[in-house]
């Protein structure tokens, strides 16, 4: 693609690196057939390649966003298909953070947009707040008729009284517990550091006291990161661009805590949205000289928990039953980090018979915020996905990402699972809480 930025504009890093990117699109369209929006919508401005077009007008001018421009751009998921497919290595993902940016220095959304954005912004990434929103939530969803009729605002705050309405599991004393040690009696062979995120212990606690049974059965010790929270993709992706360096740069410093505490063989993460933003600190801080080296060497650390879980050899416990796995690969995993078979051979070599999901490709609709921001289009998408997991006849839905596990969760009856919960049973632990609740699969013996 022919570009015309001016020398000055090319002095700002950033605008340098999407141009770059720019460049490297050569129009070919291949983008358009797993773009989900468009095999949704049919229209070339809710592609990649559209997107590419309107971003790269409004960048190269140095022009405010426009509306068009906005509704476009809102409408991406950044599930990230479009880099999977593309043949001329086109980095979409830092392109449309950057657009996202460019909209929320330029462009002034309605006040109750606003509103919204800051609510959801100021919430998620806090713990203790989101706790209290889901309360709160419980409170006001004999009101989501009425609600749903406010102006601009009210499908995406229906959307969020819906989706609190997932079942929350309790939390017990060894949920809380943000690190370990090896289970007694088997030798120490790596420590690692374990993300503890921000909307996933409020919502699925038991995800990450699993991956710390699995680890602590296998030798591995969980040290504490005092200070690590959310990882700033959510505000990241909102475009709130100082907000998520803000939340980068505290797990930086934990992380590198850590890490000058002791060798440190992997961050792990269980969330597959959060390791794709980790594993990008290092482009994200790139110019800032305080943090650019240590930010790098984070990203080069950090690991999804398959990955890691993959390279031990798990210690299997006996099973009554074998039920039948639907595999959901969640976006930011396999197109985010290109993990892909991966997950579904760990399961295989814990003794789960795994089925692919067809369009496995495809988004669920999550995307982070997107399922509130987006609920039209999120709840076309989950229900598609739905369908298709349905195809598979499966037992068990398992996935990496909280959000995918909501999601989907919302529009099944079938149990959703972590890969790391499912471990975790084959290794010796607790059945899943899904799967208690459920009656589904048999319990290990």
Not at 112 to 127: D, S
Not at 311 to 319: D, F, G, H, I, V
Not at 335 to 362: N, S, W, Y
């Amino acid at each position: 693609m022919q570009t015309s930025f001016s020398p000055a504009r090319l002095a700002d890093p950033h605008m340098a690196a999407s141009e770059k990117i720019l460049r490297a699109c050569v129009h070919c369209g291949f983008c358009t057939a797993t773009c989900p929006t468009y095999l949704l919508l049919g229209d070339e401005l809710d592609s990649p390649r559209g997107r590419i077009y309107m971003i790269k007008d409004m960048l190269e001018s140095g022009r405010p966003a426009s509306a068009d421009v906005v509704k476009h751009v809102d409408r991406c998921l950044s599930c990230l298909s479009c880099m999977t497919t593309c043949p001329s290595g086109v980095h979409y993902m830092h392109l449309v953070d950057h657009a996202r940016a460019h909209i929320e220095a330029t462009w002034k959304r309605p006040w109750p947009q606003r509103l919204l954005r800051t609510l959801l912004a100021q919430t998620l990434p806090y713990p203790a707040r989101f706790r209290l929103a889901l309360g709160a939530a419980r409170l006001a969803r004999p009101f989501a008729p009425l609600i749903a009729r406010l102006p601009q605002v009210g499908a995406p705050l229906a959307a969020m009284l819906a989706l609190s309405a997932r079942p929350r599991p309790a939390a017990a004393a060894e949920t809380a517990r943000p690190h370990g040690a090896p289970v007694a009696g088997i030798a120490p062979v790596a420590r690692v550091a374990l993300l503890e995120g921000c909307a996933q212990p409020v919502l699925a606690p038991g995800i990450n006291a699993a991956a710390r049974r699995v680890l602590a059965r296998h030798g591995v010790e969980v040290v504490p990161a005092p200070g690590e929270g959310c990882c700033g993709a959510l505000v990241h992706h909102m475009g709130r661009e100082a907000e998520g360096l803000a939340l980068a740069r505290a797990n930086v410093d934990a992380w590198w805590a850590a890490m000058q505490a002791g060798p440190l063989d992997a961050i792990l993460i269980t969330a597959s949205g959060c390791g794709t933003t980790i594993r990008d600190y290092g482009f994200m801080l790139r110019t800032d000289p305080a943090y650019a080296e240590k930010a790098a060497a984070v990203s080069a650390l950090a690991r999804d928990i398959s990955e890691y879980l993959a390279t031990l050899e798990l210690k299997l416990a006996p099973r009554a039953q074998n039920p039948v796995v639907a595999y959901h690969s969640a976006c930011s995993l396999q197109h985010g980090q290109k993990v892909t078979d991966l997950p579904k051979a760990l399961l295989r070599k814990a003794g789960f018979t795994v089925k692919d999901v067809p369009e496995g490709h495809i988004c669920c609709g999550s995307a982070g915020t997107y399922n509130i921001l987006q609920p039209d289009l999120s709840g076309q998408l989950r229900d598609r996905k739905v369908k298709n997991i349905a195809r598979t006849k499966a037992d068990i839905i398992a996935a990496g990402n909280i959000g995918c596990m909501v999601q989907i969760g919302a529009g099944t009856g079938t149990p959703v699972v972590h890969t790391a919960e499912l471990i975790d049973w084959a290794t010796g632990g607790p059945e899943p809480e899904a799967l208690r609740t459920a009656g589904a699969g048999g319990s290990p013996r």
